[in-house]
């Protein structure tokens, strides 16, 4: 089955720098990849996602990345602020819809120091 | 509009005990599904439900029974609570995920935070 490997666990970085988030997956069939947030004490939320028919996407200042060859996709963060500080989840799956078989990475704990 | 709601919050449990957690949607989603966090562990989806009057196991099911009440309603169940189930669990919702042609994010509860001793 799937297995999808995250790193770092934890990343600390200066309010302004950029953050970045990688995943590795097992399963060359999986096509759908997102991503998720989690605040402290707070529920995981979506904040981006992007499938195997598109290299790169934005979203103001978080885009997601995706190299199929090589099996991994990368979170990255630009210009964080102090409320970017979270857990941040990647997951992976067949299909968009395949929500069944989605498979979490283990997360990392970004903080942003001011 | 609550979107999914989870109760309780906290439950502390002794060893053998049993409870039900429950969750509820307003969002008129067809899919829910039980996860449980641990450190260093991720979301592991323990089962889910299609739609109404369908279940199925996750990836860690061993311990645990749902059930679809109805449309809205999707609770977790420990028969007999082990140290091992101490967890933070997360209910969530999504669309029709099988028949759409569309994107069909999770959203989650506010989770439970089980602690069983």
């Known amino acids: 089955g799937e297995n999808v490997e995250q790193h770092p666990s934890t990343l600390s970085v200066q309010e302004g720098d950029s953050a970045v988030i990688k995943c590795t997956y097992s399963?060359?069939?999986?096509?759908?990849f997102p991503w998720y947030k989690q605040e402290l004490g707070k529920r995981p939320q979506l904040i981006i996602d992007?499938?195997?028919?598109?290299g790169e996407k934005k979203d103001q200042r978080i885009a997601v990345t995706l190299n199929k060859t090589a099996k991994h996709f990368s979170l990255h963060i630009t210009e964080t602020q102090p409320e970017d500080s979270a857990v941040y989840f990647c997951a992976a799956s067949r299909e968009p819809l395949d929500t069944d078989k989605l498979i979490f990475g283990t997360g990392t704990r970004l903080q942003v120091f001011p | 509009n609550a979107g999914v709601t989870q109760t309780p919050k906290f439950q502390v449990l002794k060893t053998g005990q049993s409870m039900t957690l429950q969750c509820a949607q307003d969002m008129n989603h067809n899919s829910m599904y039980w996860y449980r966090q641990d450190p260093g562990m991720g979301l592991r989806l323990i089962y889910y439900?299609?739609?109404?009057?369908?279940?199925d196991k996750g990836e860690v099911p061993n311990g645990y029974n749902v059930s679809r009440l109805n449309k809205r309603e999707f609770s977790l169940r420990l028969e007999s609570a082990a140290p091992s189930q101490t967890s933070v669990y997360f209910c969530?919702?999504?669309?029709?995920?099988?028949?759409?042609?569309?994107?069909?994010?999770?959203?989650f509860g506010n989770g439970t935070r089980l602690t069983v001793t």
């Open positions: 439900s299609a739609s109404e009057g369908t279940t």
């Open positions: 992007i499938r195997s028919n598109v």
């Open positions: 399963d060359s069939a999986s096509n759908y």
């Open positions: 969530a919702s999504s669309e029709d995920g099988y028949r759409s042609s569309y994107n069909s994010p999770l959203h």
